[in-house]
């Protein structure tokens, strides 16, 4: 025991020195990117997949898909998710899937429509192929983990360390952001996003995988820390994580950590004897403590400009009419293309450009639900609804999965806010199709 919790301190010391590395010499972020796959491969292929080594490789990159895009490290936007996706596959040439992952074809079918549309309404200013990858990439990339997944036997301890293989590129993003920015106090001076607390990327990914981050560091100190050791290191990334991401001023990835949190506590509680609600209880109140010291203490940092901007309010304190960031008007503005376009939408990608036409102004979706409608028209909501009832008709016979609630409310929200610009809510939302248990008695790493 004393060995695993050595090597677990080193693994993360590990991780924060890839950022100090990366850091002084930028250029190695692109090796380490290659690396992964490089190595990823080895791995599935000496092994055979046998221990799921596929979810491994593929948690790591998405963990590390932040990191390599803020250092410049991503060979093209869509390195991760295609990776994830070769991944996926190469492990159900070994370990197969379930038949019954067939839904997901379904999904990737009522997609193919709009991309006839795209192809014939585009202009010829429009870059198809581009807006295409842009546009399906993530959906695409939801789909194939999500074959892989499908009812995929695993016990919670492989799970949890699939979610330490996510979390610890997670250490080396935030240590990044630290040596980007160790004062916080000399870059924040308003109340909007700050690409400076970021490490110079977007703040909506940056705090998105932060926020991540955060759910899986708290998971490892609630449920698997055994010693003062472990306490400490879980308890102080959980910490660390929290306040870089507060930090960032981006909003959704925070509450989008918080309710992951909640979910699971709910969950716990919930299955808990009365001896077990007790502990729980006093877990809670903990946590609100904790959570309660974070906050001031960024607060403090920031000089009291991060409680405006979870107030929505601007550095004077004054109310702003827009509360998410000028999203409201661009899911409505979606919401009025697919009442004009319902059965077949306006075309995979092209959604940006018919607003366009109105505002002057070409500007992504960060909403996935609405994007989906606008572009695909009814062919997207079916495509939706598959996504949004599939998990709960698995999850009937699979309540040993206690992390199905919080992953199934990462991906939902994520979208709401994010839309799918990282492999992070494809992968997430898979997750939550696995049949997990306490103990598999025979060949583990096959789908039914």
Not at 165 to 192: E, M, R
Not at 249 to 276: D, K, P, Q
Not at 351 to 361: F, G, M, P, Q, V
Not at 397 to 407: G, L
Request: glycine share 6%.
């Amino acid at each position: 025991m004393k060995n695993k919790k050595l090597s677990y301190l080193a693994i993360i010391v590990f991780h924060a020195l890839i950022a100090l590395i990366i850091f002084v010499i930028p250029f190695l972020s692109k090796i380490y990117a290659l690396l992964i796959v490089l190595i990823g491969f080895i791995v599935i292929t000496r092994n055979e997949n046998r221990n799921n080594e596929a979810l491994f490789v593929s948690a790591y990159l998405v963990g590390a898909e932040v990191f390599l895009r803020m250092t410049a490290g991503n060979f093209n936007n869509e390195y991760v998710k295609f990776s994830v996706m070769a991944f996926m596959l190469y492990g159900m040439i070994y370990s197969n899937f379930s038949k019954n992952a067939f839904i997901y074809f379904i999904y990737i079918i009522f997609l193919i429509p709009a991309i006839f549309v795209t192809t014939s309404e585009a202009t010829f200013n429009v870059d198809v192929k581009k807006v295409l990858v842009f546009n399906l990439s993530g959906p695409l990339c939801l789909a194939i983990c999500a074959v892989y997944m499908f009812k995929r036997r695993i016990t919670f301890d492989k799970l949890q360390n699939i979610l330490i293989s996510l979390g610890l590129p997670i250490v080396t993003t935030t240590v990044y952001l630290f040596l980007y920015t160790p004062n916080i106090k000399d870059v924040v001076t308003g109340t909007q996003s700050n690409f400076e607390t970021s490490g110079g990327f977007g703040p909506n990914q940056v705090s998105t995988i932060l926020g991540l981050g955060m759910f899986v560091f708290f998971t490892q100190l609630v449920l698997f820390s055994k010693s003062r050791l472990q306490l400490l290191i879980n308890g102080g990334l959980f910490i660390f994580i929290s306040y870089r991401g507060i930090v960032t001023f981006s909003r959704g990835g925070i509450i989008t950590a918080a309710a992951m949190i909640a979910c699971l506590f709910a969950v716990l509680y919930y299955f808990s004897n009365a001896e077990g609600k007790r502990k729980f209880s006093f877990v809670f109140v903990l946590t609100i403590l904790i959570g309660t010291g974070i906050w001031f203490y960024s607060s403090f940092q920031t000089h009291g400009l991060i409680e405006k901007r979870y107030a929505n309010k601007d550095a004077r304190g004054r109310e702003k009419k827009d509360r998410l960031g000028g999203r409201e008007e661009i899911m409505n503005q979606e919401t009025d293309i697919f009442i004009d376009n319902p059965i077949f939408g306006v075309g995979a990608g092209m959604s940006k450009y018919e607003r366009a036409l109105i505002t002057h102004e070409e500007v992504a979706s960060h909403n996935e639900i609405t994007r989906m409608f606008s572009e695909h028209g009814l062919f997207g909501i079916f495509a939706f609804l598959i996504l949004l009832i599939t998990p709960f008709t698995l999850y009937i016979n699979n309540k040993q999965h206690i992390y199905f609630f919080s992953f199934f409310v990462f991906w939902f929200l994520t979208i709401n806010h994010a839309a799918m610009r990282t492999a992070a809510p494809a992968f997430i939302y898979a997750l939550s199709l696995l049949s997990v248990q306490i103990k598999i008695p025979e060949k583990t790493g096959e789908a039914n």
